[in-house]
């Protein structure tokens, strides 16, 4: 096991290298190169972003660009002040060792601005991913339980529609029903926000209005979730009830309860296991709409903001970033599948 | 290892073996109309390809603009109401259907053409062929689909080239497609590694058949069921990402509708128009639960032994 994965994070750092690689051609391939997305650069004139290109150090090859990148220039010389003179070293440090560089928007450090927004994406999306699997696994167990019964029936249905509604339409009617319908019946303004994580101007920690502000980019974001996670415990669930050792534990004379719960319910808990761990990366990206729809200043957003406006330095790190949480999230799965279950073995 | 996503099959439960076939049999069709939700679902969806179809057959412009009859509600004249500029909502629905629908043929179409060969080379073939493709396909299973989407597609929307201008069908199709190969070479090269060494994939071997003429007329359709249960959910999942990214504003761009954009543009007034939000959104919905059944009964009808273990559940 720990020689399969020390072999794995091996070729996770290789995928990484080359994942890297992609990327980066392709933000320095993509039409205007990275510096299309610089202010108003229309209205730049030609020799400025001549001088520009020379200051970023893009007259370079592109393989040298990328090793820059990689490791920075900081031991080199550049051409600091783009006349063409290489006079001193370079200040980057190269993302091996942290340095994402500055956003082309706030001109600040990407990692200060995804260290500002990261926090709020966790905190809405655990938030989420907890209510889905806390709804979900109860829902697929009774489901599966009482197989063909009217619960049953209502819940496959339900989940069918709940993972075709799109999240963003989703939050749209949401917004429509919660916030400009219905009215709180005390105050006569809107029954529920319609965006941020609190309200306003309010100072320090209320727990009523973060629920309050919770309640539909939750909503939005989890429906997808519950519906694919009940589906998925159910068939999971059928699957064990009628495996042999459930029907020994049950001929031996345990109470149904105990099989059903204490044996199935362990055994079947393990691919929904692995499932979550797989699906981590699906969940930030999820976040996007979410975190769209409800002004919610967070990685999605950060990202959305960042297209829009073609800052370079930010989609780089956050591609990166998605890439390696996708890859971990993969190892993990696979480590997580032949831990939980001792008839997994890797060589 | 099983596949952890796809439930592990236990081949001794019913004593039936579980076929490495899965080509269109007789039985394939019959157990598909056996199917409530299928039914249903292939008929609103071809309820919708008709429509989408008969678009040009509407009384209005889905483009010319009507100051006079901005943002009305729902009538009999506009049975969705107007838009802000005073376009009829339901003909542009109709028009926006056609991208939504062809982007999601295009995607389907890349996507097989990609995957299925390099799929079925990495099968047959092993080795270091198989090794290389399947590094390949690891690789661009690593990518943020969505994120890299959202990304090419911010960066061609400058583009003004001929067929791939400011985000065209094109662009769009081509765009997701490349990043939605992967599950149909995985999917056939493990059909393939099952089917070529059975024997009568042998037989026709010793008998001289090319190995082209073996992939192509023997072990293909042999694997085409989750292939086709494959691209039917693929359509979904390109309606999905192509009406996300457009929502966005990555996507399509307007003037030419598309269901996502219709509901991107609805954004700034659909409190005080909600039919604006609520309809495009609709459309979405139903188009992708439509293809789910579909591809849900297909799964089903390609899958007896499946069928078989249903029954066997009940006792």
Known sequence: MTYYILRRLIQTVGLLFLLSMILFALVNLSPGGPLAGQGQSRHVQPEKVELLKRQFGLDQPLPVQYAIWLIGNDWMKVDVDGDGVKESNGTRQGILRGDFGFSFRTRKPVLEEIGERLPNTIYLMSITMLTAILLAIPIGILSAVRQYSKFDITVTTFSFAGQAIPEFWLGLILILVFYAWLKNPFTGEALMPSGGITTLGLQGFNLGDRIWHLALPVLTGALGWISWYSRFMRSSMLEVIHKDYLRTARAKGLPRWMVLYKHGLS??????????????????????FVEYLFAWPGMGRLYYQAAEQ??????????????TVIIFSNLLADILYAYLDPRVRYE | MDDITGLPLEEDDLSVKESPFSGVTRGTWRRFRKHPGAIIGSGIFLILVLLVVLAPLSPYDPEASDMSIRNQALSFSHIMGTDSLGRDLFTRILFGGRISLT??????SISLLVGVPVGALAG???????ALLMRITDTFLSLPSFLVLIFLSAMLREVELPLFQRNSVLTIGLVIGILSWMTFARLVRASFLTLRDIDFVSAIRALGGSDFRIIIKHILPNSIGPIIVE????LGYAIIEESGLSFLGFGIQPPTPSWGNLLSNAQAHFTTYPWLAIFPGLMIFLSIISVNYIGDGLRDAFDPYKVLNKVGEVT
Do not use: C, H, K, Q
């Not at chain 1, 929904?272 to 981590?280: E, P």
């Not at chain 2, 047959?124 to 198989?130: C, E």
């Open chain 2, 124 to 130: 047959y073939y092993g080795g270091w062929l198989d």
């Open chain 1, 267 to 288: 055994n079947a808990l393990i691919p929904l296991i692995t499932l979550l761990a797989l699906d981590l990366p699906y969940i930030f990206s999820g976040a996007i």
């Open chain 2, 103 to 108: 982007v999601g043929l295009i995607v389907v």
């Open chain 2, 231 to 234: 691209a039917t959910l693929e």
């Open chain 1, 310 to 323: 073609r800052d370079y330095p930010v989609l780089m790190t956050v591609l990166i970033i998605g890439a």
